[in-house]
């Protein structure tokens, strides 16, 4: 199995395994009875095939020619966040700890917004294909994107995070959505200052064009 396979079937794989631990090995059948808890799992499977057959480059940690800083250290904070959130969510949600009451139009609006920000990140990371990283970084021989869905956005997986993970939260009902949306936007504010910064310093003018004609996050807002 290669590397971008291995990587692809790996995550989901930890992520629910997590899930599923957090919720209780002993009563699956009661979360898959939401249908909003068995619309993410189908998704997330879903999600998962599109990335094997279309062996995708998920490589998260390929640094690339230019890494701003040192980031490995918030890469790895932020995948111990979202291991201990894939396993507290759902053992929450299960014991009612920290949750919505009468919840079921959130967790249809958590789920909504996790597959509309997934479907987001996924759309960015087929165009941007060998230069998606998770760090802020320039490849070799990186190129400006500026087709498929940046034609129109700058950071269409920023978006993508923005929505999906509160949106997640959701889906279990947990009053950590709100947290959640709250630092994602503290985080994608500073990544994209930053990698906005770089990419002018890479391509100049030819930036500086694609920059006025294209918006941040929101075509037409922002």
């Given at each position: 199995?290669?590397?971008?396979?291995?990587?692809a079937?790996?995550?989901?794989?930890?992520?629910?395994?997590?899930?599923?631990?957090g919720?209780?090995?002993?009563?699956?059948?009661?979360?898959?009875?939401?249908?909003?808890r068995?619309?993410?799992?189908?998704?997330?499977?879903?999600?998962?095939a599109f990335?094997?057959m279309?062996?995708?480059d998920?490589?998260?940690?390929?640094?690339?020619?230019?890494?701003?800083?040192?980031?490995?250290?918030?890469l790895?904070?932020?995948?111990?966040?979202?291991?201990?959130?894939?396993?507290?969510?759902?053992?929450?949600?299960?014991?009612?700890?920290?949750?919505?009451?009468?919840?079921?139009?959130?967790?249809?609006?958590g789920?909504?917004l996790n597959?509309?920000?997934?479907t987001?990140?996924?759309?960015?990371?087929?165009?941007?294909?060998?230069?998606?990283?998770?760090?802020?970084?320039?490849?070799?021989?990186?190129?400006?994107?500026?087709?498929?869905?940046?034609?129109?956005?700058?950071h269409p997986?920023?978006?993508?995070?923005?929505?999906?993970?509160?949106?997640?939260?959701?889906v279990?009902?947990?009053?950590?959505?709100?947290?959640?949306a709250?630092?994602?936007?503290?985080?994608?504010?500073?990544?994209?200052?930053q990698?906005?910064?770089?990419?002018?310093?890479?391509?100049?003018?030819?930036?500086?064009?694609?920059?006025?004609r294209?918006?941040?996050?929101?075509?037409?807002l922002?």
């Amino acid at each position: 199995m290669g590397k971008r396979r291995f990587l692809a079937l790996l995550l989901p794989l930890l992520v629910w395994g997590l899930i599923f631990v957090g919720w209780g090995l002993d009563d699956l059948r009661g979360f898959f009875a939401h249908p909003a808890r068995l619309g993410a799992f189908v998704f997330a499977l879903l999600v998962t095939a599109f990335l094997l057959m279309s062996q995708a480059d998920v490589d998260p940690f390929r640094t690339g020619a230019r890494p701003l800083g040192r980031q490995r250290w918030l890469l790895g904070i932020f995948a111990a966040i979202v291991m201990f959130l894939a396993w507290f969510l759902a053992q929450a949600d299960r014991r009612g700890v920290f949750v919505f009451a009468d919840a079921d139009l959130l967790r249809y609006v958590g789920l909504a917004l996790n597959v509309g920000g997934a479907t987001l990140r996924l759309a960015g990371l087929r165009t941007l294909g060998r230069q998606f990283s998770g760090y802020v970084t320039l490849q070799e021989d990186h190129q400006l994107i500026q087709t498929g869905i940046y034609r129109l956005i700058r950071h269409p997986m920023y978006l993508g995070g923005l929505l999906a993970f509160p949106g997640w939260a959701l889906v279990f009902r947990s009053r950590l959505a709100i947290p959640l949306a709250v630092l994602m936007g503290v985080f994608v504010a500073v990544r994209v200052v930053q990698e906005e910064k770089l990419l002018a310093e890479r391509f100049g003018a030819e930036f500086d064009a694609y920059r006025r004609r294209t918006w941040r996050l929101l075509p037409y807002l922002y």
